[in-house]
C-alpha cells in the first residue's frame, strides 16, 4: 500500500517558472524524503526533512512539512527543462524502518 | 565511487519461466532492499535486508518470489514462475542502514522485466 499521496499528477510549466507539488501522508512518520526519477539517471534522492523541522532548503529545491496536517510541499524554483521528472515523496513511518513511496507527480518543464 | 550496480538491464521471458535479478549495493551499505514499480507508481517494497538478514518481507509474495543475500554483499532477486502481472521495472537500492537519522536510499538503475 502507499501512504504517500502526490498532487498533483501532473504538472506543465515553462522554464524560469516555479512549480510546487504536495504530498500527503497518513500516519505519524519520522522523516519524509523527496525523490526524483527520469529515464536518464533512475530514481535519485533530492531532499531528507525529518519530523521536528519545518522547512529545508537545497538549491532551488525547498520542502516544508506540516505534521498537524500531515503534508509536504516540495517547490523548485527557476526550473530548467533537466527538471523535467517524476518526483517521488516517501515517508518512514514511526516504529518503521522501510520506505512508503506515494505514486508521484509528473513534471514537464518546456523550454 | 560505483553506484548501486543491477543485471540484467532488460528481460523478456514467457510466462511460467522463471527469472533472476542480481544487484550489488554500495560498498559498505549494510542495508539493502528490493522494490517492484508498476508502470505510473512509486516504488513498493518487496523485502529488506540488514546485511545477510531479511528483516522486512512482509510485501514479498513467497509463493513466486524468493531472495538470498548470502554473504551480507549482492543479492539476487528470483521469480519463479512468472506471471504477465510481474512485468515491472525491479529496483534494488542500499543504504548505510543508520537507524537513529535514516539514511538517504541510492537506487540502481532497475531491471525492466516484461513477461509475454
Known amino acids: 500500500s502507499q501512504q504517500g499521496e502526490e498532487d498533483p499528477q501532473a504538472l506543465s510549466i515553462q522554464e524560469g517558472e516555479n512549480a510546487t507539488m504536495n504530498c500527503s501522508y497518513k500516519t505519524s512518520i519520522n522523516n519524509l524524503q523527496w525523490y526524483r526519477q527520469n529515464s536518464g539517471r533512475g530514481l535519485v534522492h533530492l531532499i531528507l526533512i525529518r519530523s521536528n523541522e519545518r522547512e529545508k532548503h537545497s538549491g532551488r529545491l525547498r520542502v516544508t512539512l506540516d505534521t498537524s496536517k500531515k503534508s509536504s510541499s516540495l517547490l523548485i524554483t527557476a526550473s530548467r527543462a533537466a527538471d523535467t521528472a517524476s518526483y517521488f515523496c516517501a515517508t518512514d513511518a514511526l516504529g518503521y524502518s522501510t520506505l512508503t513511496f506515494g505514486k508521484g507527480t509528473m513534471l514537464l518543464v518546456s523550454p | 565511487e560505483a553506484g548501486v550496480v543491477q543485471s540484467p538491464r532488460y528481460k523478456i521471458i514467457e510466462k511460467k519461466q522463471p527469472v533472476a535479478f542480481w544487484c550489488n549495493p554500495i560498498s559498505g551499505h549494510n542495508t539493502l532492499y528490493w522494490y517492484r514499480q508498476n508502470l505510473g507508481q512509486g516504488p513498493e517494497l518487496l523485502i529488506r535486508y540488514e546485511n545477510e538478514e531479511a528483516v522486512d518481507d512482509s510485501q514479498l509474495p513467497k509463493d513466486r518470489f524468493s531472495a538470498e543475500r548470502l554473504k551480507g554483499v549482492d543479492s539476487t532477486l528470483k521469480i519463479q514462475p512468472a506471471e504477465l502481472g510481474d512485468s515491472a521495472v525491479y529496483l534494488c537500492?542500499?543504504?548505510?542502514?543508520?537507524?537513529?537519522?535514516?539514511?538517504?536510499?541510492?537506487f540502481g538503475p532497475g531491471t525492466r522485466l516484461t513477461v509475454l
Open positions: 537500492a542500499s543504504s548505510l542502514g543508520d537507524r537513529v537519522y535514516y539514511n538517504e536510499q541510492f
